[in-house]
C-alpha cells in the first residue's frame, strides 16, 4: 500500500501543484513529495506556478523593510543562535531612542515606509521604554508601518505597544514540532508559550509574522509539514524562513548549514498554499548564495529587508557566520537590492506593502 501512494504521488507532481496553484489542499504524502523534491525539473515547475500566483496576487512588486536591528542583548539561550546568551565571545551593543530614530529618519528619505524593530529579548527595553521609542516613531512618521521583532511578551505587553502605535509583529515560530522545538531551545523555552504570543498578536489586531528556519540540526521532512499545518492553522500574514546558518560560537557549531534548494522549495510550496502571504528573501538566503535572494523572488517570495542599523554595529548583530550586507551603509543597502530585484524581473515599490487578503 505504502509503495502504491508514494508511486501514485510520484505520477502527479505536476498535479499537486496545479491544485495547490488553484487553492486546493493537498495531502500529507503530497506535501512531503513537493517537500523532499524529485529531481530539477519538478522545482522548476514548481518555481513558475509560484511565481505565477505571486504574480497574481501582487503583479512585479516588491516590497521593503528597512530592518533596525536595535540590541543583541539577549536573555535566552537558544543553541543555534549567535547572539545567545551564552556566548560570551558575542560583542554586545544597544541602540537608544535618538539612535532608533535617526534610522528611521535615514530610512524615510530613502523611502522606507515600513520600520522593523528587531532585537534579542533584552530586558532593559522595558515596556515603558518599548511604548516610547515606538510612539516617538508613530508620531513623527503617521504613513508608516511599525513592525516589532523582539519575541515572547505577556499579552499585556503587546497589547501595550499596539496602543503605542506598533501594526506588526514577527515571531517565527522556529518549528511547529514540539519535541524538535525542544532539541533546538533549552527547557526554559516552551514551544506552547511561543505559539500562545502568535495567537494573542493576531487577536490583538497586528498582521502577524510566523515562520521557521530550513535544515535547523535535526529537522525532518515531517517536521516541515508540521510547520505548514501549523501555519494553516495560524494563517499568518507574513511568512519569514531562511536556512539555519551554522555559527562557530554555538553547540551547534558542528551542524552543517540549510541548503539553497530545500529553501527555495520551500518558499514556493508556501505561496501557492499561503497566495496573499507576505513572503521575504531573506539575509539568510542571500548569505548560503550569492543570488539567494534573486532566487527567493523568482521561487515565490515578494519582500527584501534591507539593513537600516548604523554600520558600527552591524558585524555584532551575527545571528550565524559570515552574514552578508554587514559593510554598507542603508543607501548603498537599498541600491544594491532595487538592481538585484530589477534583475530578477521585478521592481522595488514605496509603499507601505500591506497584505493583500482575500477574505
Ligand atoms: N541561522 C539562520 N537563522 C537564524 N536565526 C537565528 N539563528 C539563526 C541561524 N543560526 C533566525 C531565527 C530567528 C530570526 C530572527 O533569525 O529564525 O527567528
Ligand atoms: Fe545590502 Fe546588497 S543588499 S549590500
Do not use: W
Not at 13 to 36: G, H, Q, R, T
Not at 173 to 195: C, F, G, I, Q, V
Not at 255 to 271: D, K, Q, Y
Amino acid at each position: 500500500m505504502a509503495h502504491s501512494l508514494v508511486s501514485d504521488v510520484t505520477k502527479s507532481v505536476e498535479n499537486i501543484i496545479l491544485s495547490l496553484a488553484e487553492n486546493k489542499d493537498a495531502s500529507d504524502s503530497e506535501l512531503i513529495y513537493l517537500i523532499e523534491g524529485s529531481d530539477g525539473t519538478s522545482d522548476a515547475l514548481l518555481f513558475s506556478h509560484a511565481d505565477a500566483v505571486r504574480r497574481k496576487m501582487y503583479g512585479k512588486d516588491v516590497y521593503i523593510r528597512g530592518l533596525i536591528e536595535f540590541t543583541n542583548h539577549c536573555k535566552n539561550d537558544c543553541l543555534y543562535c549567535g547572539i545567545r546568551r551564552g556566548n560570551k565571545n558575542a560583542r554586545r551593543y544597544r541602540l537608544d531612542r535618538d539612535e532608533i530614530l535617526s534610522c528611521c529618519k535615514e530610512g524615510y528619505a530613502l523611502g522606507f515606509r515600513t520600520f522593523v524593530l528587531q532585537g534579542g529579548e533584552d530586558p532593559y527595553y522595558t515596556d515603558d521604554i518599548m511604548c516610547r521609542i515606538i510612539s516617538g516613531i508613530r508620531d513623527l512618521y503617521p504613513d508608516c508601518a511599525i513592525t516589532l521583532s523582539v519575541g515572547e511578551k505577556s499579552r499585556k505587553s503587546y497589547e501595550r505597544y499596539y496602543k503605542a502605535g506598533a501594526n506588526r509583529y514577527l515571531l517565527r515560530h522556529e518549528t511547529a514540532d514540539n519535541e524538535h522545538y525542544r532539541r533546538l531551545h533549552p527547557a526554559d523555552m516552551d514551544p506552547d508559550n511561543r505559539k500562545r504570543c502568535l495567537f494573542d498578536l493576531k487577536e490583538i489586531g497586528y498582521q502577524v509574522g510566523s515562520g521557521f528556519m530550513v535544515g535547523s540540526p535535526y529537522q525532518t521532512p515531517a517536521n516541515l509539514l508540521c510547520d505548514l499545518r501549523f501555519l494553516q492553522e495560524l494563517r499568518p500574514d507574513m511568512i519569514g524562513i531562511g536556512p539555519y546558518i551554522t555559527h562557530p560560537c554555538t553547540p551547534f557549531k558542528d551542524f552543517s548549514s540549510g541548503s539553497l534548494e530545500l529553501t527555495l522549495r520551500m518558499i514556493a510550496v508556501l505561496r501557492l498554499m499561503f497566495p496573499y502571504a507576505l513572503i521575504p528573501a531573506t539575509t539568510a538566503l542571500g548569505t548560503i548564495h550569492p543570488s539567494g535572494r534573486e532566487l527567493g523572488l523568482k521561487a515565490g517570495a515578494n519582500v527584501v529587508m534591507p539593513n537600516l542599523s548604523p554600520v558600527r554595529f552591524r558585524k555584532l548583530y551575527e545571528l550565524y557566520e559570515n552574514k552578508i550586507c554587514t559593510g554598507e551603509e542603508a543607501a548603498q543597502c537599498i541600491s544594491c537590492l532595487k538592481a538585484r530585484v530589477s534583475s530578477a524581473g521585478y521592481r522595488v515599490v514605496t509603499s507601505r506593502g500591506d497584505v493583500k487578503r482575500q477574505e
